[in-house]
């Protein structure tokens, strides 16, 4: 392979002429710049110049490795700046978080893309444990989650609350222990953990989630609120879920006498800087959540 650094120096001397001046631009020596000529010269197997006193002509292989060795010092050149660049708005940031912040999110992501085109969001909906594991092993670059990192490589903070809802069909007014139990429980991947949390709270009788019927079952996040809508059951879930739906007029959230809130934390990799565009993404999500 041809060394990247005689082939600069075999450009600059062509464009300048004068192999004093070539040393002067490029902070060498004389010798050094003769040295690099040389030595590309034996790489190439063939002689580059024709040298006459101090001047000096370039050889029919000369021309032919100018012509090429422009682009690829050109090439390196444009390479190297485009390493050392770290824009605010261009660029592909790869973000995870749980359904219901992310049905709050994802459409303002995509908005502030389309402010700025060179911008590519990455959006996927996971639970806590693939999201820490990706946000370890660095195929994720940021990452929302409801539960403190317990690893050593992802870094977490407590950044906002989200507030749990009871839903049911709309036509429930009161929803005593005897109705949720009537109405069975629809459940989702956090929906014993949500349950927990909030039923407990403010029902004595509660012990967990599986002394109500199971009336039906979603991974789906704007799917869940669907068998409510029809009559088919309650559920717990976040709040920003909650507001996603798009058939509110179909359920009913009812505000119950102790609050419960579950708290979301941003997680980043402990060991890696967050580039600017990152930096960009996490400035805007706090600002919607």
């Known amino acids: ?22 040393a002067e631009r490029l902070h060498m020596t004389q ?38 060795a422009q682009q690829i010092v ?12 770290d824009p605010p708005f261009e660029g592909e940031v790869r973000l995870m978080s749980p359904g219901s912040v992310g049905l709050r999110l ?8 389309s402010q700025h ?4 969001i990455d959006y996927r909906f996971a639970p806590n444990s693939d999201i820490q594991r990706s946000i370890a092993k660095s195929t994720a670059d940021i990452g929302l989650m409801t539960a403190a990192s317990t690893v050593p490589e992802v870094y977490s903070i407590a950044i906002a609350e989200e507030p749990l809802l009871l839903v049911t069909p709309a036509h429930i007014e ?14 989702h991947p956090d929906g014993a953990y949500h349950a927990q949390l909030l039923l407990s709270e403010n029902y004595p009788q509660f012990q967990n989630s599986r002394q109500f019927c199971k009336s039906g079952f979603s991974n789906q996040i704007n ?36 609050p ?24 805007e999500l706090k600002k919607w959540i």
């Not at 392979?1 to 001397?13: A, F, G, H, K, V």
């Not at 994802?106 to 893309?113: C, D, G, I, S, T």
């Not at 409510?228 to 505000?255: W, Y």
């Open 174 to 187: 009161e929803p005593g222990w005897e109705v949720l139990l009537q109405l069975g429980f629809v459940d």
């Open 223 to 258: 799917l869940i609120l669907e068998p409510v809508s029809r009559g088919l059951g309650f559920t717990v879930l976040p709040k920003h879920a909650v507001e996603a739906f798009a058939k509110r007029e179909q359920i009913r959230v009812h505000l119950l006498p102790k």
């Open 117 to 120: 085109r060179q911008l590519v």
């Open 1 to 22: 392979m041809i060394n990247p650094q005689w082939l600069r120096t075999y450009c600059t001397l062509v464009e300048v002429g004068h192999f004093t001046q070539t």
């Open 31 to 68: 010798s050094g710049v003769s040295q690099h000529i040389r030595k590309l010269e034996e790489q190439v197997g063939a002689d580059l110049l024709v040298r006459e006193g101090k001047q000096f002509s370039l050889t029919h292989a000369g021309e032919r490795l100018y012509s090429e």
């Open 74 to 85: 050109t090439a390196l050149t444009e390479l190297k700046q485009r390493i050392k660049e």
């Open 260 to 283: 419960v809130t579950e708290t979301l934390y941003l997680a980043t990799h402990t060991k890696k800087p967050l580039l600017n565009r990152m930096n960009t993404v996490i400035d």
């Open 106 to 113: 994802y459409p303002r992501l995509l908005a502030l893309q």
